[in-house]
């Protein structure tokens, strides 16, 4: 069997759909790679709610998928926007990544007692998500956000220019990257692992999906012995949630589920509106992505009503 695998052409997305390539081959697929030019590659001078998210990086990649051109696709799956069209569906989580943020700060910047965002005062911080703004705005309003967009390569060297004083990504990417044989920050660099439960990633980070035709029963058989069911567990919280509150992927709001030592499912969120970050914080014993999900949402609005 063979099935042709849509990505990305950027170095990160190339290396996720390559690991996702090498396991369906263990699996006896042969995959043919294909590469597609999306929207958001092409426009790098501009926020990304001004390209045009949700699904930024997704749309050309799904319309390769419902015309033929391939026969599925991987995206990281925050990426991807809660309503997918109807033609497609997600067949396949494999197991999650690291889901956290992770700071990378000059030494100069680099502030030990500074609580869980070691900076120092005033320092200017590099990112184009409006959920790691609003999140730095809490938790150090002393910091300045400043906008930075680009692949890894490019956001590595405007750090070591100075542009910044320390730069956000999703430390995920940086370890696939790194797997890969691709970009690595500076060992002169303070590299820090934000709590995800104070500063709340973003829905399903760290997890990429395979998405397929809904019709073609045989993509959906051979990718789904890819799935992961703790990951496919938690990622549905957080989307059901991210579906609810309606936001967009370039919306300040970040969801985050985990499996707690107890058998139990908790979900952190986070979300701004009106100028206030609203915070929640539930769990349950099952595996009901409904009932967390809503119990989430419900506290997010009882915040907002607290608030006002």
Known sequence: MKLRLGTRGSALAW???????????????????????????????????????????VRALESALIDGRVDLAV???????????????????????????????????????????????????????????????????????????????????????????????????????????????????????????????????GAVCVQVRRDDADAIVATKKLDDAETSRAVAVERRLLALVEAGCQAPFGAYARATGTGKLELFAALERDGRLRRAHVAGGDAEVETLARAAYDRLLAAGEAGG
């Open 75 to 205: 995206h990281s799956y925050k990426d991807l926007p809660s309503d997918s069209p109807d033609e497609l569906v997600v067949s396949a989580t494999p197991p999650r990544a690291d889901a956290r943020d992770r700071v990378l700060i000059a030494p100069s910047a680099f502030g030990a007692d500074a609580g869980p965002i070691p900076l120092r005062r005033g320092a200017r911080v590099g990112t184009a998500s409006a959920r790691r703004i609003a999140l730095l705005g809490e938790l150090r309003p002393d910091v300045t956000a400043e906008f930075l967009r680009g692949n890894v390569d490019t956001r590595l060297q405007r750090l070591a220019d100075g542009d910044f004083d320390a730069i956000l990504l999703a430390a995920a990417g940086l370890d696939r990257l790194a797997a890969g044989g691709g970009a690595r920050p500076s060992p002169e660099l303070h590299a820090r692992e934000l709590d995800p439960s104070l500063f709340v990633p973003a829905p399903s980070q």
């Open 15 to 57: 290396t996720q759909s390559s690991t996702v390539a090498r396991a369906l081959e263990q699996h006896g697929v042969e995959v043919e790679m294909v590469r597609i030019k999306t929207e958001g590659d092409r426009d790098q001078a501009r926020p990304f709610a001004e390209v045009g998210a949700p699904g930024l990086f």
